[in-house]
């Protein structure tokens, strides 16, 4: 039987920033999960959806944990490709996202994002959400 990875459901394009940078002149950890959550909320535009829609709908989704592997870094002016993959686990949405460096193709960061949902307040199982993004599950 063989493993394939699916391929990324959305890609963008950032660019670091100069106050994105610490002491060392490479991009603080920090930033990372910024990005991460850039490419997150496009993602969410591009399927037609926002988060403001969805909280018009009763429907926060909101990250229960992240773990992030840092892999290379970035300086000021490079840019990144950042990319995601999506599915669901039950009441779970996970992101698998990772940022390459644009020029050089580098990875840069591995992270699993992983979302519930509240509904209207409460903990749900994430009809709603699967229901936004059908087409990417």
Do not use: W
């Amino acid at each position: 039987m063989s493993h394939t990875t699916p391929p990324y459901c959305f890609e963008t394009t950032i660019k670091v920033r100069d106050y994105e940078t610490d002491s060392q002149g490479i991009v603080n950890n920090a930033n990372y999960l910024h990005y991460l959550e850039i490419t997150r909320h496009e993602f969410c535009e591009e399927a037609g959806t926002s988060f403001a829609v969805m909280q018009a709908r009763g429907l926060d989704p909101v990250v229960r944990k992240v773990e992030i592997e840092y892999l290379n870094s970035l300086r000021p002016g490079d840019s990144m490709r950042s990319c995601l993959r999506f599915r669901r686990e039950g009441a779970r949405f996970v992101f698998d996202q990772h940022i390459f460096n644009a020029a050089t193709g580098e990875p840069v960061v591995r992270a699993v994002v992983t979302v519930v949902c509240l509904e209207h307040g409460r903990l749900s199982r994430g009809d709603m959400l699967a229901e936004a993004f059908e087409k990417y599950l």
